[in-house]
Each structure stands twice: as C-alpha cells, then as structure tokens.
C-alpha cells in the first residue's frame, strides 16, 4: 500500500507530540558574583557564604527539576570592569542558568550590557539608588522609597532633624539617592545650606576633616543628622573618628544604608551605641522563621557569624526563583522570568515578600539603634511597601512606570503612554 505523504507528515509530527519534554540538562549551574577580596569584601564574602547555604540546603531537598544545583564561583575582587568579565565568564564559559551577585551599583552598571546581550538573569540582593529597570534583572534589595525616603522620615518626625549631612562613596549609589534626598528635603521645607553633601572615595581612611565639617554643621545649635550611604570598610575609619571627637547619637545621630551586622562584627560599638540604620531586615527580627534562619547559618558557620539584609534578599530571591524554575519546568530566563512575577515567600520578619512585574519586591522598612552587642533594637517597622523603580521626587522620574508583566517595558512614560527605549547606561 502506498502511504500518502500528507498523512506521514501528520503521523510523525504526533509522534514527535507524544515525545517527553527534553530533560533539565544536570546539573543545574548558580553563578555566585560576588567580590571576595579587595575593599568590598568585608560586605560580600559573606553573601557567597550565604549561596552556598542556600543552594545545599535546597540540594538537600532534591535540588531543582530532579538535577542537583552546582554552585559556580568567582571573585570579581571588588574591580568594577571585572565584574563585567566575570559574569560573561559565567555565561558564556560556565553556562549558568543564573546569577547571584553584586553589591555596589557601580558593579551592577558594569554587569547589565553583558547579562543584556546574553540574556542572562541576575538577582541583585543590596539597596540602591532605583532609576532602572531591566528585563534581565530581578532587584531584591530596597530601593529609595523602602529605605532612604522612610529613614529620612524618621529624622524629621521623630529626631527632630533640622539640617543634614549626606556623606557618601564616590559612586552612582549615593550620588542618585543624595540627589533623590536633597529634592525630598527641599519640598519638606529644609533649605539649601541646611544641607551639607560630601563623597569619598572606595577605602577612605581619614575622617577628621568630615567629621570636624559635619560638628561645625550645628554650631547655630540646630539638629544636625548624617543620612550615610558610605559603603565597605571605609565605614570602619568613619565611625572611629566620630567615636574619637566624642560624638554621640545624641548629639549627631548617623542613619546609615550599608552598614548592617557584619560591618559592625569588626567595630567596638560601645561608642556607637544609638546610630541607627535602615534595612529591611535585622538579625534581631523575633519570628520563628528568623530563629530558624540563624541557627542554621551558625550551626554551618560558627556562633560568632551574624546575618544581615542582603543575606534575607538572596534568601526570599533564591527561593523564588527555585519555585519559579519549579513552575515553568524549565531554566530557560525567559520562561523563569514569566513565572516570577506575582511570586511570594515568607520573609524572615514575620511578612510576605511578593515580586512586582517591575521587577522590585514589596518589602517591610525597619530601623533598628546600634546596641552594644553590634545587634540593632528595632524601633520602627512597617507593614510591605512594593518597590518603585522610578522616584516620585524627581521630575523626570516621576512621570515613569516599569511594567515588565503587561507593558513589557521598564521605562513606560505614562505621559506620552510610550515605552522608552532604554540602553545599558540609562
């Protein structure tokens, strides 16, 4: 019998339907970039302990999509441009199905052209300055409206603030969120020379002139306060020379962003009892689900290791995306990328993290007073605030929307009702 070529083609394409989807390619691979030498290995070292945790207790468990998880990594030695050439390395010469990794904005600006042109994924676990939005990013830190915008609140209601110092490394970070700030400020009434703004560079070691500028701030007798976006271990020499000229939280409270437990693991805060910082999460967050966390992470790494905020983001952001690759049956970026959005997880302070279609979680803001021990006394917290990638507090800004589920855009005017076109640099 002669076969009529129509119904061969039909019969092998159902054949080809009835076929099992092709299987995970095992092992899975995490690319973990985080600097392990250099100036912001104080911060960081700790977050690749962190992944490494992570990926074995889930391995534990099974792993992911019935393959092990195998971590892969790399030290971009706190070398700006290095980070760039690591994670193409991770990409392209370990074929990771995803990053975790950066701390300073600076590295994540180097990292976007390439996890863009390869489209990777990464998930960036520390507060910044917001003003982006990329579809290869999922930005699991604070930005500007959970952490500086509520901390600079707190200065005014309830420190009485009148006149602020906004020191800061020399980088984007504390340059976009001290010029967000200065703009908030001015529309709360404080005025231009009520504002002082100073930037140092990476490693900076001698504070005396800072310190002595910052005192002089309140000679008319004003309450002065320092808004610190001062990142790594240049914030060890700043808080001894405030210790040495004898400044007290009474007299000059410091409210910092990247000064958590392990910053201060290696200070004598005796005299720092009272600054304060804003997070998301502190270790002394009392719930179950933070109990547990910290007995495991001292039962792998001693009793003398502390945890901090970014450890929690790459705790709710590794979950996720576990349940995510779990969802889409697959480590394709753009299938996880699709079920992402609308994902939840516990947090480790008593709430529910869910993931925005811009990319940006709903996150709790809590700040927490230095005690002697180098823990924080939490002294205000709030309920979930979703994320904004773009601020309300600059013009430019505000008329912008990120929608990366329905409008598929990270920069939408809604003005114009268009979708801007954004580079690597934006």
């Not at 480590?331 to 869910?354: C, H, I, K, W």
């Not at 180098?374 to 990638?389: H, K, L």
């Amino acid at each position: 019998m002669k076969l009529d070529p129509k119904n061969l083609i039909g019969a092998t394409a159902l054949s080809l339907l009835a076929l099992p989807a092709a299987a995970q390619d095992c092992p899975v691979k995490v690319g973990v970039l985080h600097s392990l030498s250099g100036t912001m290995a104080i911060s960081e070292t700790t977050l690749k302990d962190t992944m490494l945790m992570l990926i074995d207790q889930q391995n534990e468990k099974g792993g992911v999509l019935g393959c092990q998880i195998e971590p892969v990594v790399v030290d971009p030695a706190s070398d700006w441009p290095l980070f760039a050439e690591k994670a193409r390395e991770l990409l392209t010469v370990h074929d990771v199905d995803v990053i975790f990794g950066n701390w300073t904005s600076v590295s994540r600006k180097s990292v976007l052209p390439v996890i863009e042109e390869l489209n990777g994924l990464l998930f960036y676990p520390v507060q910044y300055e917001g003003e982006e939005s990329s579809k290869n990013v999922f930005y699991t830190g604070a930005a500007p409206n959970q952490q500086a915008i509520p901390a600079t609140d707190y200065f005014l209601e309830e420190l009485g603030v009148e006149k602020f110092a906004l020191l800061g490394t020399d980088y984007v970070y504390p340059r976009t969120t001290n010029n967000i700030l200065e703009s908030y400020l001015k529309s709360k009434g404080i005025a231009d020379e009520d504002i002082f703004v100073n930037y140092t560079p990476f490693g900076q070691s001698d504070w005396a002139t800072i310190v002595s500028d910052v005192i002089a701030l309140g000679a008319d007798g004003k309450q002065v306060g320092v808004i610190s976006t001062i990142n790594g271990d240049a914030n060890i020499g700043f808080y001894k020379e405030l210790a040495a000229a004898g400044v007290s939280a009474d007299d000059i409270p410091v409210i910092a962003f990247s000064v958590g437990e392990e910053e201060l693991s290696g200070l004598d805060t005796s005299n720092l009892v009272g600054h304060l910082a804003a997070w998301n999460y502190f270790q002394s967050a009392d719930t179950p689900a933070n109990k547990d966390w910290i007995a495991a992470w001292k039962a792998r790494m001693g009793e003398d290791r502390v945890t901090n905020d970014p450890m929690e983001a790459h705790y709710i952001g590794f979950n996720m995306w576990v349940n995510a690759v779990t969802e889409a049956g697959t480590t394709d970026v753009d299938a996880v990328r699709s079920a992402m959005y609308g994902q939840e997880f516990p947090n480790l302070t008593g709430g529910t993290a869910v993931l925005q279609p811009n990319h940006h979680l709903a996150k709790p803001v809590l700040i927490g007073e230095i005690t002697a021990d180098g823990q924080f006394d939490i002294v205000s917290q709030t309920a979930e605030v979703p994320g904004d990638a773009w601020t309300d507090y600059l013009p430019e800004s505000a008329v912008l929307k990120s929608d990366w589920k329905d409008l598929g855009c990270g920069m939408y005017n809604t003005e114009t009702a268009t979708c801007v076109q954004m580079t690597s640099n934006y």
